[in-house]
Nanobody
Framework: QVQLVESGGGLVQAGGSLRLSCAASGRTFSGYAMGWFRQAPGKEREFVGSITWSGGITYYADSVKGRFTISRDSAKNTVYLQMNSLKPEDTAVYYC?????????????????WGQGTQVTVSS
């Protein structure tokens, strides 16, 4: 049974940084893509970025490119989202997700496994 557990959210001032972690368990994730998504109040869940578990290839939404970095530690089965230069518009619940296969990595409905989410609030 796949489990994804996010941690690291919190309150930060604009311009600050946070690092989110996603601890993954329940299977080997070779051939999987691990994604980060976010959902602000009243808005749809949106793609933030993703990483291929095996090759470490990353993709980012234009809104976070150059500010956010995704990495993974295979030994710890953990994926990270380093968020720098945070803006108030980054405020949202952030979710970690996993999908088999490496296509459609930006599509919410492609992901079959989700964490519970962690709140990130950026004050101005």
């Amino acid at each position: 049974q796949v489990q994804l557990v996010e941690s690291g959210g919190g309150l930060v001032q604009a311009g600050g940084s946070l690092r989110l972690s996603c601890a993954a368990s329940g299977r080997t994730f070779s051939g999987y893509a691990m994604g980060w998504f976010r959902q602000a109040p009243g808005k749809e869940r949106e793609f933030v970025g993703s990483i291929t578990w095996s090759g470490g290839i990353t993709y980012y939404a234009d809104s976070v490119k150059g500010r956010f970095t995704i990495s993974r530690d295979s030994a710890k089965n953990t994926v990270y989202l380093q968020m720098n230069s945070l803006k108030p518009e980054d405020t949202a619940v952030y979710y970690c997700a996993a999908k088999a296969g490496l296509v459609g990595w930006w599509v919410v409905d492609e992901y079959g496994y989700w964490g519970q989410g962690t709140q990130v609030t950026v004050s101005s």
